[in-house]
């Protein structure tokens, strides 16, 4: 069995949802995960703000608008009328739901419901559109079985023998349909895996259902050896290991949320990223093998703010990162990036909505200064640290302003911390110099 997840491009054009037809319509078994349809969970975020502040009749604007967009897929995606009504009443009452959220108090979870109906919309008139063609597919709620315990990590006992029972419940079927993103919490309640969940819904399955393997169709022919955003001339790694491509991903590479390949790599179920557009290019495929060495690829990740923590007694005082380390696991926050010296430590979170109380606690034996709008710049490949060129690497910084270095912290990464004013230079200088020098 494998797992096949289609991103928001893929299901975002009539033509595109042709083109998933085909390429899944193979005779084989198999489970597709879907997203939302592209822009209407950023849509659907901006209902919720427009909710959260009040903005009722903007709020009603948007919903409709949105409502419009779908009534037009409806007529150009389905045959006759009576289908044609029946995903229309579906339709029409997702967004009756969506107006009668406008009047009530805004709080998480009712982000939480707003934003879990774009793959609700998705999955339903895919499943509708198959079906219209002939195609045996059945639509398995995620909301059956996907949930997150209170660490919030997925909860695979829960997931495993629900996703079971609810294929075991259907009717059989060629293809198995459902909604990325969206999962219970562990008391019930509505939520998700956040902003780019669905590919993590897909190999969360994938582990579950011990899949040969979880496929990952995006806009995009597989993973870029640098930002395809930031850097011109970028192009697709064919293989990568499951550490490389968890550091990219971790680090900032879009095309796959920043978990996704975790629970792959416990399982070893390889994940390939393809192209909907372009099926017939390679990709990329993220297996245990590792292969050849020296940096793959660089990623950035934004929105990092660094702290740099100086202890107040001075030389020699031990107990002072156990101390630091302390007040950071009181507050849940993760440490990305760290470098210590006699007598201070700089670190970097990505997290920043406990820091005022995480100052608060580290001043009373600490001086703290904390600089924000940083970004981590991740380069990642098999062996980097041993590498013996990449200590040319290095020459690329006399023309950046680099706050930290992390090299030797893993066999995988060489991290930078930089303004993320400089980030597009860096990437771009990085970009030149590591690439060229790696082909020579
Ligand atoms: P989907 O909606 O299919 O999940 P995403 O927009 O989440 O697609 O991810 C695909 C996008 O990720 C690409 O269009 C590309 O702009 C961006 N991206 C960022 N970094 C990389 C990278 N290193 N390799 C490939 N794509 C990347
Ligand atoms: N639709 C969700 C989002 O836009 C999940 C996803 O696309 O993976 O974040
Ligand atoms: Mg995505």
Redesign the pocket.
């Known amino acids: 069995m494998k797992v096949l997840k289609?991103?928001?491009?893929?299901v975002g054009s009539i033509e595109n949802i042709k083109r998933v037809k085909e390429l899944i319509t193979d005779g084989d078994k198999k489970i597709v995960v879907l997203?939302a349809m592209?822009g209407t969970t950023n849509v659907l975020v901006e209902i919720s703000d427009l909710i959260k502040n009040k903005l009722v009749d903007q709020a009603v604007e948007t919903i409709e608008n949105l409502h419009a967009k779908y009534n037009d897929v409806i007529d150009e995606l389905f045959e006759t009328s009576e289908i044609k009504q029946e995903v229309g009443n579906y339709i029409d009452k997702v967004f009756e739901l969506l107006t009668t959220f406008t009047s009530k108090k805004h709080n998480e979870l009712l982000y939480n419901r707003i934003v879990s109906q774009g793959e609700l919309l998705s999955t339903f008139m895919f499943t509708k559109y198959l079906n219209q063609e002939g195609v045996n597919a059945r639509l398995l709620p995620a909301l059956g079985f996907m949930r997150i315990d209170k660490a919030n990590d997925p909860d695979d006992f829960y997931i495993k023998q629900n996703l079971q029972r609810i294929i075991d419940e259907a009717l059989p079927a060629e293809i198995y349909i459902t909604q990325g993103f969206i999962c219970l919490d562990a008391v019930g309640n509505i939520a998700n895996l956040q902003r780019?969940g669905?590919?993590y819904t897909a190999t969360i399955i994938g582990a579950v259902v011990d899949a040969d393997e979880v496929q990952i169709?995006?806009?995009?022919d597989?993973?870029?050896?640098?930002?395809?955003?930031c850097v011109e001339n970028?192009h697709a790694i064919s293989n990568l290991s499951f550490d490389e491509a968890a550091e990219?991903a971790y680090f900032?590479?879009?095309?796959l949320h920043p978990q996704t390949v975790m629970p792959a790599r416990e399982a070893n179920i390889p994940v390939r990223l393809k192209n909907t557009m372009d099926p017939g290019s390679y990709g990329t495929l993220i297996s245990q093998e590792y292969e050849g060495e020296g940096i793959k690829?660089i990623?950035a990740k934004d929105g990092i703010t660094a702290i740099k923590i100086k202890s107040a007694r001075m030389l020699q005082a031990h107990g002072f990162l156990k101390k630091v380390f302390e007040i950071f696991e009181k507050y849940e926050t993760s440490i990305d990036m760290i470098t210590t010296s006699e007598i201070a430590v700089s670190l970097t979170i990505d997290d920043a909505s406990n820091l005022p109380s995480i100052v608060e606690e580290l001043e009373k034996f600490s001086m703290v200064e904390v600089d924000n709008n940083q970004s981590i710049i991740c380069l990642v490949g098999h062996s980097v640290v041993r590498h013996h060129e990449t200590h040319r690497l290095f020459k690329v910084l006399q023309d950046i302003s680099v706050r930290m270095i992390s090299y030797g912290g893993s066999n995988n990464n060489i991290s930078l911390l930089v303004n993320t004013n400089d980030k597009i230079t860096a990437l771009k200088r990085l970009n030149s110099y590591v690439f060229e020098f790696a082909t020579t």
């Open positions: 289609f991103g928001g491009t893929s997203s592209s780019g669905s590919d169709w995006t806009d995009i597989g993973m870029h050896n640098n930002d395809p955003r970028t990219l900032g590479a879009k095309i690829a990623a």
